[in-house]
């Protein structure tokens, strides 16, 4: 078992930054990658950006490319999400996810076996 738990969202003015963490604990030694997702009101839930465990390789959404940054401190264990240039199509529950299988594409929610309780973003206009 994985236990996740984010942390850091909030409310900011558009334009702004925010950072996500996300705590691993159990046997996060089977992880492969992490990854965020976001889901916000009457839309499904959409891949944000992954990062494999070790930290070596990132993936983006083309909606955040640029404006977020994913990464994972070896030695303190959370993963970050880095998020500026906030607008008002960036407002969700944000959830980060465990993904154990390498042969799983990090692009979509159901290659991800543990899921945190996500936490809320707000952006204001």
């Known amino acids: 078992q994985v236990q996740l738990v984010e942390s850091g969202g909030g409310l900011v003015q558009a334009g702004g930054s925010l950072r996500l963490s996300c705590a691993a604990s159990g046997r996060t030694f089977n992880i492969y990658s992490m990854g965020w997702f976001r889901q916000a009101p009457g839309k499904e839930r959409e891949f944000a950006a992954a990062?494999?465990?070790?930290?070596?390789?990132?993936s983006y959404a083309d909606s955040v490319k640029g404006r977020f940054t994913i990464t994972r401190d070896n030695a303190k264990n959370p993963v970050y999400l880095q998020m500026t240039s906030l607008t008002p199509e960036d407002p969700a529950v944000y959830y980060c996810?465990?993904?154990?299988?390498?042969?799983?594409?990090?692009?979509?929610?159901?290659?991800?076996?543990?899921w945190g309780q996500g936490t809320q973003v707000t952006v204001s206009s």
């Open positions: 996810a465990a993904r154990l299988s390498r042969d799983r594409t990090p692009y979509h929610q159901d290659s991800y076996d543990y």
């Open positions: 990062i494999t465990w070790s930290g070596g390789s990132t």
